[in-house]
């Protein structure tokens, strides 16, 4: 972002005393940003936690000679989080591709996992 553009977002003093309804609208964002920065700081831990889980998963599937996919699971899944994204009024899509993000890297670990013998090895560092 250049630095014209930043300063069309920003307002001083001056300008909201003429503007009040610029100075509200931009008071109302740095609320909401602040908002989406704690929305964003909780889905990342939560990730992380997610993670951790899917690694266990990975090891115990290593263990028992499972293949790292499991299409049962994705298609129950899938069904489950286009519902709870439907209750919750989002886009059924943008469920659809968190679950693709997670289920492809929690396949690619539950891989290396599998050949590495049951040893998370790396993957463990941040369990």
Same mark, same amino acid.
């Given at each position: 972002?250049? %630095?014209s553009?930043? !300063?069309?977002?920003? =307002?001083?003093?001056? !300008? *909201?005393?003429? /503007?009040? #309804?610029?100075?509200e609208? @931009?008071?109302?964002?740095?609320?909401? &940003?602040?908002?989406?920065?704690?929305i964003?700081? *909780?889905? =990342?831990?939560?990730?992380?936690? &997610?993670?951790? *889980?899917?690694?266990? @998963?990975?090891?115990?599937?290593?263990?028992?000679? $499972?293949?790292p996919?499991? @299409?049962?699971? #994705? #298609?129950? !899944? =899938? +069904?489950?989080? /286009?519902?709870? *994204?439907? %209750?919750?009024?989002l886009?059924p899509?943008?469920? +659809?591709?968190?679950? +693709? $993000?997670?289920v492809? +890297?929690?396949?690619?670990?539950?891989?290396?996992?599998?050949?590495?013998?049951? %040893?998370?090895?790396?993957l %463990?560092? $941040?369990?």
């Amino acid at each position: 972002m250049s %630095d014209s553009d930043w !300063q069309k977002t920003t =307002i001083d003093a001056a !300008q *909201a005393a003429e /503007h009040p #309804e610029t100075a509200e609208a @931009v008071a109302k964002i740095k609320a909401l &940003r602040q908002s989406i920065d704690n929305i964003d700081s *909780a889905i =990342i831990a939560l990730l992380a936690e &997610r993670f951790k *889980a899917t690694l266990q @998963v990975g090891v115990l599937k290593a263990g028992a000679g $499972f293949a790292p996919e499991d @299409v049962k699971r #994705e #298609e129950y !899944q =899938i +069904e489950r989080l /286009h519902r709870i *994204a439907t %209750d919750a009024g989002l886009d059924p899509d943008i469920a +659809e591709m968190y679950r +693709e $993000f997670v289920v492809t +890297e929690a396949k690619k670990r539950h891989q290396r996992i599998a050949d590495a013998g049951g %040893d998370p090895g790396i993957l %463990d560092v $941040f369990a």
